[in-house]
């Protein structure tokens, strides 16, 4: 199976960003976690339940440590205005030991039911994409046990690259998929381009933690439950309540996604011992999110013209999400399987369905020495 070949560029630049991060002197400098990961979900992962429809896929390439928040583009420097006006940068300074940067280029694609039909299906969603950079800061207050998170997205809606990778897996039938060529996908939201944008807060909060209370491994739990809720604004306008919950032998800490891109990893504060992790960890996870629906303008469009989008009355207001995985850690490489993911009906109708999907993520980090910057921070938390 040949990746097309923008996407293996891609990957070339994130993973030759992190290894030629920046490093300081002993003398001005830290160690921090720092590196690569990969991540796609698919509906074809679950082929049981594959409709090819809704959500069919997702592709996401990121870096995270300290290099993740030098100028890619702008971005880090624009999320930081953003957390500044939001106020969420308070949080971030006031827990200016533990904090997570990252920054990723990600592509979605989303589909109607019936693929080999030129024309709109009236009723059913409409054809999809989105290409977006992606600047993230998460901070963590350890004792407390809650964590913040930011993330501001800046993109394009109705480009080809969406619509030409499901074309080029249907025409060589990858993975044995034997759906038909898609037609339709001239009659994507905003088809031929138009800028968007999505800024996200999250706040996670530790609810239970149990440990194996093996000397050697002091941090190796057993059982970890996480609150989570999130707000978003843009392209996706919304707001959710959920849970997460891992069992097994791990040393995740609370701030890491039960699934997902993950940042951080176990990476300690200025000044703090290195704790030992095992070497080998495997662990179950699950997570249930309920979440009040807004805006989505992947069903609604924006303001260019398009062939078919849906009103806000065909919008389903209260959408429930969930994922089921498992994962394992080797040394410094992460790997989870998403055995299942799935989401309620985003919109009403006869064409309503879920949406039921699978995912992969492979991640691998180090520890590297970078010169010490103090984060910049209003004086009231100097």
């Known amino acids: 199976m040949k990746l097309p070949k923008h996407l293996f560029a891609i990957f070339c630049f994130f993973a030759s960003a992190a290894l030629s991060a ?3 002197t002993a003398a001005d400098s830290i160690f921090k976690t720092t590196g690569f990961y990969f991540y796609t979900d698919q509906d074809f992962f ?8 809704n959500y069919t896929m997702g592709v996401n390439l990121g870096i995270f440590g300290p290099v993740a928040d030098q100028n890619f583009l702008g971005m880090p420097w624009l999320r930081k205005k953003v957390d500044k006006f939001s106020g969420v940068d308070q949080h971030h300074c006031a827990n200016n030991q533990f904090n997570f940067p990252g920054f990723s280029v990600f592509v979605s694609g989303f589909t109607p039911l019936n693929l080999d039909t030129l024309n709109p299906i009236i009723g059913d969603r409409p054809y999809a994409s989105l290409v977006c950079l992606s600047s993230s800061y998460v901070s963590a207050n350890r004792l407390m046990g809650w964590a913040v998170l930011s993330e501001l997205n800046v993109g ?9 990778f499901q074309i080029k897996v249907h025409e060589e039938h990858w993975l044995g998929s034997t759906r038909p060529t898609p037609r339709g996908w001239h009659n994507q939201i905003s088809n031929g381009g138009e800028p968007t944008l999505m800024y996200r807060i999250g706040y996670r909060k530790r609810l239970l933690e149990q440990f194996w209370k093996v000397e050697k491994w002091p941090n190796a739990k057993r059982f970890q439950l996480i609150g989570t809720a999130e707000t978003m604004l843009g392209y996706y306008t919304n707001a959710s309540v959920g849970v997460e919950a891992k069992l097994g032998f791990f040393s995740n800490n609370f701030w890491e996604m039960a699934s997902g891109t993950s940042l951080g990893g176990n990476q300690q504060g200025q000044g703090q011992p290195k704790i030992k992790s095992p070497f080998v960890e495997a662990y179950l996870y699950a997570a249930f999110r309920q979440r009040v629906v807004g805006y989505n303008a992947l069903l609604q469009g924006q303001f260019r013209r398009t062939a ?5 009355s065909d919008i389903e207001r209260l959408v429930g999400e969930y994922d089921l995985g498992i994962g394992a850690r080797i040394w410094k490489i992460n790997i989870q399987l998403g055995v299942i993911s799935g ?4 919109y009403r109708g006869d064409y309503a369905r879920p949406h039921i999907w699978g995912s992969f993520l492979l991640r691998a980090s180090w520890d590297m020495r970078f010169k010490y910057t103090e984060r910049e921070c209003p004086e009231e938390n100097e």
């Open 156 to 164: 394009m809606l109705g480009l080809q690259l969406a619509p030409d």
């Open 46 to 53: 679950v082929d049981k339940y594959n409709e090819d429809r």
């Open 343 to 346: 989401r309620s009906p985003e």
């Open 308 to 312: 078919y989008r849906m009103g806000a």
């Open 22 to 24: 920046q490093s300081g």
